[in-house]
């Protein structure tokens, strides 16, 4: 029990393995007597997409038509005043889908957006399938369901219009929650239709008719979000805004090294202080998503609970914890750089070290990328109530489904106990996650101390606990070589990858690379190896995992090979995407080097890339292919002669498919690139005797708003199934800020953030 477990936190590719799992389940759903249930979409064959939709029985549809209520499937409701209630299915933490996912469905419904009321949809598995926000999967996910379930409903009042005028459905059209006979000038609104709806039967999905992308006309618009009056005005919304009758407040306080558990704390002390209502250990489980060992304070405010936290004396048992340390784990990773490959050969071609050996110019550097927090706005908070053998939970989680190892359930049920069908998670809207919330160790924590307590009780974290217990964004190292032909053309790639393990197999999250990264599989020569160094501190999906570090890496090192070749960096990159190709064939979430090229031309277009600069001004240039989405940055940089660097603009190109809502999309990229510049150059964590060192905004300096730079955004629009915009806009800001400080200062910056390099903006 006191030692830590072993299981990491679930990483990008347990989240594709969960999609699938999710997707074959719907499978097999198809082929049993649901009963009272029949499944109105299974899956989106396109996009590998999931979606669980259930039309009512033909008891509940007497119960519809007594209501005069329209319920065609789990997501929409039409009442006979005209109101239609989507709900939206997948946790909401800034990203937009309490929006966009709605947006879909009134799309093929034809409904008029002011017309609709959106609200979160209940957590259920049976309804909805996987609920959960994370690796941007939301739209592509469920963007063929979305539309299936809008469509699906569209038909039946379509059906339920021609009969009562009497003529083909046909002949009818819709617009603007209506459905309209030209040819006899009549129009019928849904909610007037809703009762005839509900009273038929329901078409078979195969057979229902979706809307080709150019009649869109919701979809592609700036649509706000449905929560930004409430937002702004202060309203109760999130997590943290949780009130229940009754209520207590608690805080819960852990070993700053991870793994460490309580000798002894001066509970008596505590438990006299003004306000606290109890104090006690828990031993926790060892599981570092779950519940580790710590001390628990339930107070009458949360101003009790933390004062009551910051006179708590613990002396704590360090034997099994962490003794982690960022210096001489860069110094081993600095020592390692000098073997050409790692202890494992991810991606190797037979030609690689002939190819390097016999290249007319070969360039080496080495990268490196430190630790960093996830510093959401709204600490970790979880609110619970445990009434008899009953649990209520109130989480502002990415993850409040019973999802394996990515959601709390496992902990709920089996080390505390409750029966699942006694267990009830609400959605709460989060402020921010970035992939922080996937892990529902807050969660954990407040069931665990609600079991204890008889009544509700709101656990908050401090910044302190947000910044000491994260799961951070794993730091890395690239040793990295090139080799050019006579002519400049890149003929080979090595890159050995320094990254972390935590159970001694395999890479933390975000700390394993694959063998199409890029960009090895367009080479005839190349290699990707890594070595994993073992640590305790924990790790997990930061925005775009992975992607977000290696993009610096390795789109600032093919800067270096076009400027060692003499070739203008655009040029020797689009050379290197060749003739338009998947890189994985019949499968439209892989990079598309026609794609890529496109949304590169198009951002070195749009930003006049090869025009004079003024002295100390450039242009750089990145490219990453990230979570299905293929996005181009130029960055407009200047720096001046005491090393300050202006950002001044960043054209940002993007091929994501269809957008659902352009004010969204535009609001994701806006946000992908603030925050990338923040993190380039100020953030990082040192760890010392597995201890996180910089523990609040004054140590860990957040960008600020006169420093973020001019955003100007394009899309390139296909027919291609969408992806999510979370993610993908991040990677390519980093390379293309380096890229254009080097153009600017002929200063090459080869470690994160740049601060430690002598810059500052």
Known sequence: MNKISKTPLPTERDLEALIEKYQSHAVSLANVDLSRRSILNLSAAATGGLLLGFFSSAGSKKAQAATGDFKPNAYINISPDGRITILSQNPEVGQGVKTSLPMIIAEELDAAWSDVDVHQAHLSQKDFGAQFAGGSRSIPTNWMGHRQAGATARAMLVEAAA??????????????????????????????????????????????????RRAFKLLGKYVTGVDNEKIVTGQPLFGIDTTLPGMLYAVYEKCPATGGRVAHANLDQIKAMPGVKDAFVLDGNGNINQLMPGVAIVADSTWAAFRAKSALQVEWDETDASKDSWSELSAKAQELSAQPRGENIIHTTDGIDAALTGAAKTVKAFYSYPFISHANLEPQNCTAWRQGNKLEIWAPTQAPG?????????FLTGDLGFAEENVTLNMIRGGGGFGRRLANDSVCEAAAIAARVDAPIKLTWTRQDDMLHDFYRAGGFHALEGGLDADGKLIAFRNHFISFTADGENGVSGGSMRDTEF????????????????IKTPCGPWRAPGSNVFAFAIQSFIHELAVAGGRDHLEFLLEIMGEPRWLAENNPGALHTGRAAGVIKLAAEKAGWGRDMPAGRALGLAFYFSHSGHVAHVAEVSVEANNKIRVHKVTVA???????????????????VIDGLSTMMNLHLNIENGRIQETNFDQYTILRMPEAPEVEIHFVESDFPPTGLGEPALPPLAPAVANAVFAASGRRVRSLPFMTSGFSV
């Open 654 to 672: 993007a091929d994501v498919g269809p957008i659902v809502n352009r004010s969204g999309a535009e609001n994701q990229i806006e946000g992908s």
């Open 163 to 212: 009969r009562e005028w009497g003529v083909a459905a046909a002949e009818c059209t819709t617009a603007d929650s209506a459905v309209i006979h030209a040819a006899s000038n009549r129009k019928l609104g849904y909610g007037t239709l809703a009762a005839a709806a509900a009273r038929l039967p329901v078409p078979d999905v195969a057979d229902v008719k979706l809307k080709d």
């Open 402 to 410: 019973n999802l394996g190892s990515f959601g709390a359930w496992p």
């Open 519 to 534: 960009p090895a599989p367009l080479l005839a020569n190349a290699e990707i190896s890594q070595t994993l160094l073992p």
